[in-house]
Nanobody, 122 residues
C-alpha cells in the first residue's frame, strides 16, 4: 500500500558529500516521523537521523552530528539526508523509515525502503 524509494547513494571519496532522497507513495493520509538508518556489514542497524512530521525537531547520532543534515518536503512526501565530510566509517546501506498513516485503516504503520549503498573510499 505504501512504498518508500531511496536514491542518491554511491561511491564518494573521504571528505566528499552525498545527498540521499526517500520518496513515499501509495495510500498515504499523512506521514509522521521519518528517519534514516544505516547498517554496515557485521553490524546492527542504527539510527542516523530522524525528523518530526513538521520538520521542527531533528535528532542525530553522535557520530554524524555537524556533518549530516536531515530535512523533509511534506508536499512531496520526501525526506532527505545531506551527508558532508564523509568518512570511511560512514559506509553502509542506508535505509529510509517512515511512520505513515494510511488512508484506510487510519492508523500509523512503520515502513522501510529497500536501502541504498553508500561507499566511502579513503
Amino acid at each position: 500500500q505504501v512504498q518508500l524509494v531511496e536514491s542518491g547513494g554511491g561511491l564518494v571519496q573521504a571528505g566528499g558529500s552525498l545527498r540521499l532522497s526517500c520518496a513515499a507513495s501509495g495510500s498515504i493520509f499523512s506521514i509522521n516521523a521519518m528517519g534514516w538508518y544505516r547498517q554496515a556489514p557485521g553490524k546492527q542497524r542504527e539510527l542516523v537521523a530522524s525528523i518530526t512530521s513538521g520538520g521542527g525537531s531533528t535528532n542525530y547520532a553522535d557520530s554524524v552530528k555537524g556533518r549530516f543534515t536531515i530535512s523533509r518536503d511534506n508536499a512531496k512526501n520526501t525526506v532527505y539526508l545531506q551527508m558532508d565530510s564523509l568518512k570511511p566509517e560512514d559506509a553502509a546501506v542506508y535505509y529510509c523509515n517512515a511512520y505513515v498513516v494510511t488512508i484506510t485503516p487510519r492508523r500509523p504503520y512503520s515502513y522501510w525502503g529497500q536501502g541504498t549503498q553508500v561507499t566511502v573510499s579513503s
